[in-house]
């Protein structure tokens, strides 16, 4: 079996090592332009040039979860496209939107400013009742983010294009439910994939459906937020403020308004990071049962874009 790597942005020589470990039996290579063919290779962001040079590849392993950027290249026609599956990327995920969360429904930055001034004081007990959390996008890290979210208690709704049960959560599904989806919710988390269905869909009319004093966390794409529609709403006071960790260019250029924003906090990319070794084990064992000719998860479905 013959694996190719072809990663940038990465540190590629521990992904290099890691790989050789666990496949001894295999050839495992770093892509260069003009490399022999291989069977199966592990990419992330890989230039246009080797794609059309490794057409015969019997599947691809993104090492993300969102294959957006991948999606936007031309890919051998026949190859599977194989996105990670968690590998360690969800609790990360529950962990970040429950900070997000309990820092804005506690108001700690509040708390923050008042003892940074010596002063000892309080803020009136909010309901949990009254802050409904609508996750947009219902599949491994969404529904995981619903189960830590519905641990403190708070009413949880979610939205996903195929009609969905999921325990402790109110479910809603496609575009004609996606407006009583909204005036429930009062936080609005996005976890979901970027596509021609998904892109811009936190814009001025979506966000203005959420209740008054809504708070946003878009934890998924940039490209889901019209950003310029942002800022107004939260300065109309129809938005509480926004947790955002992912924008439309990243990194956030110096000069965005996001940055100096009182009530928008930024994170550079980074609520649920790849973990390689969970990532190495996750790919490793999704080539194996390949060879083998059996069915493996998070193979993505190129039409639906995700
Ligand atoms: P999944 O594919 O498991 O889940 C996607 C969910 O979105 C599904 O529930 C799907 O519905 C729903 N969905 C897709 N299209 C629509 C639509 N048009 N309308 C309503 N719902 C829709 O993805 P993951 O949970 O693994 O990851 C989600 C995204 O999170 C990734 O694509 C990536 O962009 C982002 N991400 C961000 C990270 C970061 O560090 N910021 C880290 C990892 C991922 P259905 O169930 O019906 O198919
Ligand atoms: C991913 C990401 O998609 O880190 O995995 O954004």
């Not at 529609?229 to 956030?252: K, N, Y």
């Not at 070794?277 to 999704?286: H, L, R, Y």
Request: glycine share 8%; aromatic share 8%; proline share 7%.
């Amino acid at each position: 079996m013959r694996i190719s790597i072809c990663c940038t942005d990465t540190k590629v020589e521990p992904w290099l090592t890691g790989l050789r470990a666990a496949l001894p039996q295999a050839s495992v290579e770093l892509w260069a332009p003009g490399a022999p063919a291989a069977d199966y290779a592990v990419v992330w962001a890989p230039p246009q040039q080797f794609l059309d040079e490794q057409a015969q590849l019997k599947a691809l392993f993104n090492i993300g979860a969102g294959v957006d950027a991948l999606l936007q290249l031309r890919l051998p026609p026949k190859t599977r496209v194989v996105r990670l599956d968690d590998a360690g990327m969800s609790v990360q995920m529950a962990e970040y939107v429950c900070h997000a969360l309990i820092r804005h429904f506690r108001e700690f930055d509040h708390y923050a400013a008042d003892v940074a001034q010596g002063k000892w004081s309080y803020r009136r007990p909010r309901l949990r009742t009254e802050c409904p959390v609508g996750i947009m996008g219902l599949g491994v890290l969404g529904q995981r983010v619903a189960k830590a979210v519905a641990q403190f208690d708070f009413p949880v709704l979610g939205w996903s294009r195929s009609v969905k049960q999921v325990e402790g959560v109110r479910c809603f599904a496609g575009q004609t439910q996606l407006p009583e989806f909204l005036a429930h919710s009062k936080v609005l988390v996005c976890l979901l994939p970027l596509t021609e269905d998904t892109r811009g869909i936190l814009r001025r009319d979506t966000l203005s459906q959420l209740q008054s004093g809504g708070y946003l966390i878009n934890v998924a794409r940039g490209a889901h937020l019209v950003e310029e529609d942002l800022i107004p709403l939260i300065d109309s006071g129809h938005l509480a403020g926004a947790t955002l960790d992912v924008f439309r260019q990243e990194p956030l250029p110096a000069s965005h308004p996001f940055w100096a924003h009182p009530k928008i906090t930024v994170t550079p990319h980074t609520s649920a990071r790849t973990l390689r070794d969970e990532s190495i084990a996750q790919i490793v064992g999704k080539m194996l049962a390949c060879e083998r000719g059996e069915p493996v998860a998070g193979v993505v479905d190129r039409n639906r874009g995700y």
